[in-house]
């Protein structure tokens, strides 16, 4: 009997082409959905994610459906799962959902941080981690273009092949530049940008942080 | 003229296919030669280090030696060079040497280290930096075991491939366990060995670091 499961991934997106399962290349989906075969005994692994994150980005606690032709004992196969993946993916939750479960409808916001230094600062260790940035930036006006995202806005520009009918409004409950001193791996101080809210279009958060560093190197002037 | 360097080079092995340029697969000599080749407009550059390192490790300080055909003004580019490579290489150092540099003879001692934890305590962000091992462990007998790798040994078993007549002894002269609290990295402690030496044969330090292994699980006895 067809059975859904509620997952909570986590990994470190350098070196996976991004979430979603392509041919070719590595990714997280393809990983996680092969491993998942060879532990469940299942063929068939179907599994779903809210967003798809892009080559290179990490996640912290990703919500991942998974459907299975019958039920497993998710208890004991567990740990199984984590010994067979690769050491950069962990799955920390795994259970049981109703038949009606929907990821798409039950995870309420997405939060995204964007890491960054300067490019002279960032070692290698800190590669996996964090973007260098070429300077000198004005973090300043950076701070004040994030905040101005904050709220209802439309955000047709940011978004990628876009319909002309489309709905584009989006409500941007988080949009804040942070600085951090002694972050770890190596780095002595650290911008995060972190935006959060119910959905993002597609490239939509990256469009927004080029808008922000494009602000920080004087390229883009505040309205 | 043919001109020679001296680079020191740092890189994250996480995603190479260790340093040696080898067809079809990523490696951080090959990297680091086509950027070099980018940047200096020569056509032939030859690199070569005093050790060749495995896939997925990294390099703190590595020094390597560089051939070009003519002179180049190092000053202004290495910072291009910098610019040019992935975030992952950096060069830290690159200078003109003398005619007769030899790294193979200038390097008096290397030193490995290798970082471990229980599985089930490291964290996808970990994993670029340290390896899981399945415990228990029985880490006083592991530093026992450590320990008894110092000094002047034959290691002829813990080389590959070697000739009966080489000469497998190696002079270690330092070779040890250590225990770290938070180290960083999301991870709360982790085990530490380093090994130092003025040479190593292919597979020794892995194999040292195995027989380590089984020693701490109990599948290896100390004599």
């Known amino acids: 009997m067809e059975t859904r499961y509620e997952l909570i991934v986590e990994y470190l997106g350098y070196g996976y082409h991004g979430w979603q399962?392509?041919?070719?290349?590595k990714t997280v989906q393809g990983t996680l959905e092969r491993v998942l075969r060879y532990v469940t005994g299942h063929e068939r692994v179907?599994?779903?994610?809210?967003?798809?994150?892009?080559?290179?980005?990490s996640a912290d606690a990703m919500p991942v459906q998974l459907i299975l032709d019958s039920p497993v004992d998710t208890?004991?196969?567990?740990?199984?799962?984590n010994d067979h993946l690769p050491t950069d993916i962990r799955v920390i939750?795994?259970?049981?959902?109703?038949?009606?479960?929907?990821?798409?409808?039950?995870?309420?916001?997405?939060?995204?941080s964007y890491r960054f230094s300067l490019k002279k600062l960032v070692g290698p260790r800190a590669a996996p981690f964090v973007a260098g940035v070429a300077g000198p930036l004005d973090t300043q006006r950076m701070e004040a273009c994030a905040a101005l995202f904050e709220g209802n806005h439309d955000f047709r520009a940011y978004g990628y092949q876009v319909p002309s009918d489309a709905e584009t409004e989006r409500m941007i409950r988080l949009s804040k530049l942070e600085y951090h001193i002694a972050p770890g791996n190596g780095l002595p101080r650290l911008w995060e940008y972190s935006v959060m809210s119910a959905g993002f279009m597609r490239h939509q958060?990256?469009?927004?942080?080029?808008?922000?560093?494009a602000c920080g190197q004087g390229q883009l002037k505040l309205a």
């Open 205 to 213: 958060v990256r469009l927004m942080v080029g808008s922000i560093i």
């Open 46 to 57: 179907r599994t779903l994610a809210a967003g798809r994150t892009d080559a290179g980005v």
């Open 21 to 25: 399962t392509q041919p070719q290349v």
């Open 93 to 112: 939750f795994w259970e049981k959902a109703s038949g009606s479960f929907n990821i798409l409808e039950s995870v309420e916001w997405k939060m995204y």
């Open 75 to 81: 208890e004991t196969m567990l740990p199984k799962l």
